[in-house]
């Protein structure tokens, strides 16, 4: 079925955070051995397979194989849960089969085992492209998302969209100032010296604008990425993703 708006023109001109860093960090990110990133994904393996100690199946023990089941899956979210009767993020999908399935306690938003978990799945998808959004249950989050990305907000009264499409490609101080195509989350940023999630990203850029920051996993969360992951659409999925 087809979205009931009209998402966002893919324009073959887009540019990704990947192409703006310097070769250094690009080789850095090509290199398994080199991509510090690389034990978060590692550390998901582990996971993946873990016993996790409820007398529940391990998420192998339900999903097989991630290289074989998990290809692509992480490519087209944010998505629809039945359930909540809302969009979840990647991050939500693994907390709910956490707990709905393993009956465990969640890992907790930004927590190493999240984060691992889902650098692992989003492993699984590198290279293929971002799906284009066609649920039309998405599309008010869809509508709320575009919202947020072109409101002003904070003391600074500034959009997402002045930055990110008005000086694109331009610098703020020292830093050059992306595009805002989620290609690579979660993404190993070398400000954090970790790995860190899309909802952290989004924390950083609204304290940066002197804004209240929603909660991971919060509806406002849900829908911007969403609607960044549609303008994002066709770009191909990078993991583990390296950033300044």
């Not at 869809?142 to 907000?153: D, I, K, N, P, Q």
């Not at 609607?227 to 066709?234: D, M, N, V």
Request: aromatic content about 8%; hydrophobic content about 40%; glycine content about 8%.
């Amino acid at each position: 079925m087809a979205c009931l708006i009209a998402l966002p023109a893919l324009a073959d001109d887009r540019v990704t955070g990947f192409e703006q860093m310097s070769s250094d960090l690009q080789m850095m990110q090509n290199d398994p051995f080199a991509n510090p990133g690389q034990f978060w994904v590692l550390d998901g393996q582990t996971l993946w397979s873990a016993d996790p100690g409820t007398g529940a199946e391990s998420c192998a023990g339900c999903h097989g194989d991630a290289s074989a089941t998990m290809v692509g899956v992480a490519a087209r979210y944010p998505a629809w849960d039945n359930q909540s009767n809302r969009p979840v993020d990647l991050e939500g999908r693994i907390e709910l089969c956490r707990t709905e399935h393993q009956n465990a306690e969640p890992f907790g938003r930004e927590s190493a085992g999240l984060l691992a978990l889902s650098a692992f799945l989003t492993h699984q998808s590198k290279g293929l492209p971002i799906t284009r959004p066609e649920d039309p249950r998405l599309a008010p989050w869809l509508v709320r998302g575009e919202t947020l990305f072109t409101s002003r907000m904070g003391q600074l009264n500034l959009s997402c969209a002045i930055c990110h499409d008005d000086n694109a490609g331009n610098y703020l101080a020292a830093a050059l100032i992306p595009e805002a195509h989620p290609t690579g989350y979660p993404q190993y940023r070398l400000e954090w010296q970790t790995m860190g999630s899309l909802s952290r990203r989004f924390g950083n850029c609204l304290f940066g604008v002197r804004a209240t920051s929603f909660a991971a996993g919060s509806d406002e969360y849900i829908a911007l990425e969403l609607y960044l992951k549609a303008r994002a659409a066709g770009l191909a999925v990078e993991s583990p993703a390296v950033r300044p």
